[in-house]
């Protein structure tokens, strides 16, 4: 157990942890940026929530894995920013299996236009997110 708790309080761990789901949001963010009518459709084609709820989210998405990219990079409310990604990540992950289940788009959506990635790959990376942003909040 304290071999455990040595590596998650490791220093250089929770500082890689922070720059890399902070790169990892902010990358996600462009992409949906540069085209962010396609990616409110895409939410929209997901058809897990109301229309104007799917839009209201495919709009603001984008600047708040900006928001908490910058957040964990550069140390600044890096534990709230690591709570909300976890909400987020979970949202994405529930994306990601219902598509198993329900029509879908195709790719994800996750990175917009500059990386397509299957559901099962994006499903993947979430559950990556998702231990790194424990990881920062459990080291608080």
């Known amino acids: 157990m304290d071999g455990i708790r040595q590596i998650v309080s490791n220093r250089w761990l929770v500082l ?3 720059l ?3 790169s ?3 990358v996600s963010a462009i992409g949906k940026l540069q085209h962010p009518a396609l990616f409110v459709d895409t939410v929209v ?3 897990m929530l109301p229309e104007g709820l799917s839009r209201f989210y495919g709009t603001v998405l984008p600047w708040a894995e900006l928001a908490i990219g910058f957040s964990l990079i550069l140390g600044l409310f890096s534990f709230v920013a690591a709570i909300l990604s976890i909400a987020l990540t979970m949202s994405f992950g529930i994306a990601a299996i219902a598509s198993f289940f329900r029509p879908a788009p195709e790719i994800c959506g996750c990175f ?3 990386v397509a990635l299957s559901h099962s790959q994006s499903l993947a ?3 990556a997110m ?3 942003a424990v990881l920062i909040v459990a080291t608080r």
Do not use: S
Request: glycine share 14%; proline share 0%.
């Open 45 to 47: 084609d997901y058809g």
């Open 24 to 26: 990892i949001f902010i």
């Open 130 to 132: 998702l231990l790194m």
């Open 16 to 18: 890689a942890a922070r």
């Open 112 to 114: 917009g236009q500059l």
């Open 20 to 22: 890399l789901l902070g």
């Open 125 to 127: 990376l979430d559950l």
